[in-house]
């Protein structure tokens, strides 16, 4: 059962200036696209073949001899989930239900900002920041390269690549600004809603 590179959820263009046509262009057709093939390819007449990617993942996690291909199955897993974190137009802030969740378990939506801004920032090396329930209660984490909240028990709601590819051709260097920049003109916040809810 092979996973499909799914297509972007808008157009190369849409996320201009925050994220350039170049950036989308480079990590989805490329590093996306290389993370799926390469997947698809190592499970290719195996026994994880007809299994959802979601369960591949759960399974060969932890095992170091499966670790090539946990890392294609969760870094293709991470960019699907990611793309749909943002829109044209997106930041500002949530409504309803998860805006009153995150009042009540990080006291407000801007100490949730600095908890996510921080995550982003100090994640050493390549990684990824999210926002997760696990156990009932929202909380902000990070992973290093592949890793992800479903080998931790944890849903994830929201995440923030903050592999280099993700931001260098925009920001360079500068990764405090793409992480702003996420968070005020890019957070698709109906899509991290419709995940609280389905929790």
């Keep these: 059962m092979a996973y499909t590179l799914p297509a972007l959820p808008y157009d190369?263009?849409?996320?201009?200036?925050?994220i350039s046509k170049s950036t989308l262009e480079f990590h989805h057709d490329k590093h996306h696209a290389a993370y799926v093939n390469n997947y698809n390819a190592a499970v290719a007449n195996t026994e994880y073949d007809s299994q959802a990617i979601e369960d591949v993942i759960k399974s060969v996690a932890g095992?170091?001899?499966k670790a090539g291909l946990f890392n294609n199955a969760a870094q293709a897993w991470n960019h699907s989930f990611y793309w749909q974190c943002?829109?044209?137009n997106g930041g500002g802030t949530p409504t309803g239900a998860l805006a009153d969740k995150i009042n009540a378990d990080f006291g407000s939506f801007d100490q949730f900002?600095?908890?996510?801004?921080?995550?982003?920032?100090?994640?050493f090396g390549s990684g990824w920041a999210w926002l997760v329930l696990e156990n009932g209660t929202l909380k902000v984490t990070k992973t290093g390269n592949a890793d992800l909240?479903?080998?931790?028990?944890?849903t994830a709601l929201l995440t923030m690549d903050v592999w280099e590819h993700?931001?260098?051709?925009d920001y360079q260097n500068k990764r405090p600004d793409y992480i702003n920049t996420f968070i005020t003109q890019l957070i698709n916040w109906d899509f991290v809603a419709s995940n609280f809810a389905a929790a």
Excluded at 166 to 169: S, V
């Design 166 to 169: 993700a931001y260098y051709l």
């Design 86 to 88: 943002m829109k044209p």
């Design 63 to 65: 095992n170091p001899d």
């Design 113 to 123: 900002v600095e908890a996510f801004k921080a995550a982003g920032a100090t994640q």
């Design 12 to 18: 190369y263009t849409a996320l201009e200036p925050y």
């Design 149 to 154: 909240p479903l080998v931790h028990g944890q």
